[in-house]
């Protein structure tokens, strides 16, 4: 029996931050102090004014570095690892009784070959079910977990736009380079994980 639980592993993160925008109103809040523990950060004063200014992410990064996104894509590997080794279980178990089956087939009346012929048709179709009832399940869980790191990003980026005068934030990635060039002093990389996981951590005392 072949599996086809190959998702996760073809998950891009890039692609779910792909046209992440994040306006801030009117009424924003700007700073002159430079931004904090951000290796990219550079002073307000340096970009010039905040208004109009676009910033971006590297998304490699933050699927690299984000915990949320790292624990989910963990939770979601251990998912797949065990229904795997449940659906291998069932095909070996399968497999012997097939073996089994053509062991004896030679000494085994025309009816009791026939019975048995239609038992294992009836195991490989259950398997193939179950196969495809995983997989599925999988499939829903991915989508609905990594929505929520998308809403949970999405929001940080719509407040973190606001305070500091942000009215673009674009996403980089070399598997998806929407972005082909960006000045250094425009990314925000750093300081959105260190905040990000600060919120996270903070989330789960």
Do not use: W
């Amino acid at each position: 029996m072949n599996t086809i639980f190959s998702i996760v592993s073809k998950v891009s993160f890039g692609l779910l931050l792909v046209g992440t925008i994040a306006s801030c109103n009117q009424g924003a809040k700007t700073s002159n102090e430079p931004a904090k523990n951000d290796s990219n950060a550079v002073s307000k004063e340096s970009q010039g004014s905040s208004k109009d200014k676009i910033v971006y992410l590297n998304s490699d990064s933050l699927s690299e570095k984000y915990q949320y996104f790292k624990d989910i894509k963990s939770k979601l590997e251990n998912k797949v690892k065990k229904a795997q080794a449940d659906l291998q279980s069932k095909s070996t178990a399968f497999q012997r009784e097939v073996a089994e089956y053509q062991k004896n087939a030679a000494t085994m009346s025309a009816a009791d070959r026939q019975a048995t012929e239609q038992k294992l048709a009836r195991k490989q179709d259950e398997l193939a079910r179950l196969d495809q009832t995983a997989s599925s399940s999988i499939a829903k869980d991915e989508s609905e977990e990594f929505n929520n790191v998308y809403n949970k990003i999405t929001e940080f980026l719509k407040k973190h736009a606001a305070e500091n005068g942000y009215k673009l934030v674009l996403t980089y990635s070399k598997t998806n380079p929407t972005v082909l060039y960006a000045d250094p002093s425009l990314e925000i990389t750093n300081e959105v994980i260190k905040q990000l996981n600060e919120e996270y951590k903070t989330s789960n005392k």
